[in-house]
């Protein structure tokens, strides 16, 4: 059975806005609609990797299926569905049925006594795709199945205007087509049917995601050819679509079976007996975990591992990957990436700080961020403690961390340094944004941090800790509750600026009780807790700020500008359901009542994987009811966190 299954019985709404999601190890991915109609400009049935896991390629973006029956070449069948400006053409929508989704997404089409199923492959770690269709008249019938490739041939962030660059389409067989721009060529095999080359393009396809982000939402496409399939009775063809030259030999279900499949967690110990691993909970996060690990070549030439920060649009980003690891990597046992993914950042190490993100297009690292660091040695930490690889954690990981802290006291960019007068890290300035709140537009910092923020100081005194640097730590605990406890009901100030205490009410006090360490006594983690819970808790995470402060804003949508003000100004952050789930835990002692009280507001997250972003978990919610799942579909560290917590919850 599919992990996902969804009878959409020939209905346009809500599966327009319900996505689907894969990929293949590479940073290559196919996503869309669950009807098909494409709503973002990163939608398509192949966005390559050319330089994995970034140099992405936005290649076919869809397929124009057209269905005659017994020889009525006047009477046309649709499959496919587009949105134009004002108007949706054709409609398949009408003859769909179901959509399922695992290791390969499957569509059910029912017309007019016909069954014809679609199934989608992405080739692991291969710019490569199979479109396999199944056809099952009712009976002896004539049938001539149409193809069209629509393709932009682009990078995945930009759009497509005709003519743009010349496509060249060149056929060498019947079964073969390939279409060239520049050092790239598009290759189409089939296993039945002709193909006919032709250069046609189709214009004005709208992107009504894109129109809702306020952002250019029109594209033209180009239709190279059109593969003609005549058949009676049951039969299936398989097209392929790849930038490599495709193999005569290959076959769809035998590149199926040799794909790995997701490792499966095992469940820690609570104060409760867990239910078995195999939960379907447990199954579905592991397949949404898998798809952010991704091949990346180290820098000394040897093969590696990365963790994409999310689909569609994100690379590998430093902060993204030391929050999800432990999720994604050490939950499911996968000791050897994690090894390679601390390692590679331990090479980049440079004046105490980790890089925040690879340049898409050049890999080069960029060191702006003050948390990611201190992220790291929790990351690093965690892997010794679940690996029981202290070789590794010693020769590499470990000098690693030494030289953060240090960088740390001695002072690095952005003037991030220890401050002497009470040990506490300060950084940046008004034009800065270096802490995970980092939304800026136009020059305008939504949520400006600078100073001292509350959870650098959490992960500063957690990192002395992890490290022994016990005497450094006892001074910073002593300075922490000295500078940021407020009072049993508030909890603790988010950041303290050169001339003003930021006491709204706002997630990062969380971490002061979730990491491993603590500053704060038994009342005062209790006292966060409750604070996170009566102002900030939502079915899907905890909101960036409490709605009863003039600064929140519940909605996200719009224009850059406007989303960038509301997303850390009352956006719910699925990621920080982990960490607030670690500290309820821990506040409560473990007990069996927290546990059982800790599933009950995990479960919401973990239903929401069948619909919006189906088998993922997006970026944020909306802070205002109902909650509306919004930004980046399918978020690297809202996965890793929810699995996280629901092994360790037994779920």
């Given amino acids: 059975m599919p992990l996902y299954s969804l009878e959409t019985q020939a209905q346009l709404h809500p599966f327009l806005s319900y996505e689907w999601l894969l990929t293949n190890g590479s940073g290559a991915f196919a996503s869309s609609s669950v009807v098909g109609c494409n709503t973002r400009r990163y939608h398509g049935l192949l966005c390559a990797a050319t330089k994995p896991p ?91 199945l149409h193809l069209l490739p629509f393709l932009s041939m682009r990078d995945f962030h930009s759009l497509r205007n005709a003519p743009g660059d010349k496509l060249a389409v060149s056929s060498d067989a019947a079964s073969n087509l390939s279409v060239n721009q520049g050092d790239k060529t598009l290759h189409f095999r089939s296993d039945a049917g002709q193909f006919t080359p032709r250069s046609d393009w189709w214009y004005g396809h709208a992107y009504a995601l894109e129109t809702e982000r306020g952002l ?36 769809f279900d035998t590149e199926l079976a040799g794909r790995p ?30 798809d952010f690990v991704v091949a990346r070549q180290q820098p000394n030439g040897q093969p590696g591992s990365t963790i994409i920060a999310g689909y569609p649009w994100f690379a590998d980003w430093g902060r993204d990957t030391m929050i999800s690891l432990p999720g994604l990597l050490l939950t499911t046992n996968r000791y050897p990436e994690a090894a390679q993914v601390l390692s590679c950042f331990a090479d980049y190490v440079s004046d105490g700080m980790i890089p925040n993100r690879f340049d898409d297009y050049t890999n080069q690292p960029s060191y702006n961020t003050v948390d990611a660091s201190l992220w790291f040695i929790h990351a690093c930490f965690e892997y010794l403690h679940h690996s029981k690889d202290p070789a590794t954690f010693n020769a590499k990981l470990l000098p690693a961390c030494r030289a953060i802290i240090q960088g740390y006291r001695n002072g690095t960019r952005y003037n991030i340094h220890m401050d002497p007068a009470d040990s506490l ?42 490290l022994g640097e016990t005497e450094l730590a006892n001074k910073v605990r002593q300075s922490f509750v000295k500078t940021f406890w407020l009072n049993p009901f508030r909890g603790l100030a988010d950041v303290l600026t050169p001339d003003h205490k930021d006491t709204s009410i706002r997630p990062n006090q969380i971490f002061a009780v979730s990491l491993p360490h603590s500053p704060l006594d038994h009342g005062q983690q209790h006292a966060v807790v409750e604070v996170c819970r009566r102002e900030l808790l939502t079915p899907f995470g905890l909101r960036t700020l409490a ?105």
């Fill in 54 to 144: 970034v140099g992405r390629m936005l290649t076919l973006n869809r397929i124009g299926e057209i269905l005659y029956l017994d020889d009525k070449t006047d009477e046309l069948y649709e499959l496919s569905i587009s949105q134009f400006r004002n108007s949706f053409h054709p409609r398949g929508e009408r003859f769909l049925r179901r959509f399922e989704l695992d290791q390969t997404a499957r569509w059910e089409y029912f017309i007019n006594g016909v069954r014809i199923t679609k199934e989608l492959q992405l080739l692991w770690q291969r710019n490569t795709i199979a479109l396999r269709y199944t056809i099952e008249p009712e009976a002896d019938r004539e049938i001539e």
């Fill in 216 to 251: 250019n939402d029109t594209e033209d496409l180009f239709v190279p050819g059109e593969l003609i399939y005549k058949t009676h009775g049951h039969a299936r063809l398989t097209l392929w679509t790849s930038l490599d030259p495709i193999p005569e030999s290959i076959d």
């Fill in 261 to 290: 499949q997701p490792p499966i967690p095992r469940p820690l110990q609570l104060p409760t007996t867990p239910p078995p691993v195999t939960s379907p909970a447990i199954l579905r996060l592991a397949r949404a975990a898998a």
């Fill in 425 to 466: 890290i300060v950084g940046g300035d008004k034009d800065t944004q270096l802490t995970w709140m980092d939304a800026k537009c136009d020059g305008i910092a939504f949520t400006p941090r600078h100073g001292k923020p509350v959870e650098i100081n959490a992960l500063w005194y957690n990192a002395l800790m992890l």
């Fill in 547 to 651: 709605k009863s402060d003039p600064q929140y804003h519940g909605r996200y949508a719009g224009p850059p500008m406007q989303r960038d003000r509301a997303y850390h100004n009352g956006t719910v952050w699925p990621w920080l359901i982990g960490h607030f789930l670690d500290a309820h835990l821990r506040a409560h002692r473990n007990s069996p009542d927290a546990a059982r009280q800790a599933r009950v507001w995990l479960q919401p997250l973990i239903d929401n994987m069948n619909q919006g972003s189906i088998g993922q978990l997006s970026e944020c919610f909306e802070g205002d009811e109902p909650h509306r799942p919004v930004g980046c579909p399918a978020q690297a560290w809202s996965v890793a966190e929810v699995l996280r917590l629901a092994v360790k919850l037994g779920m």
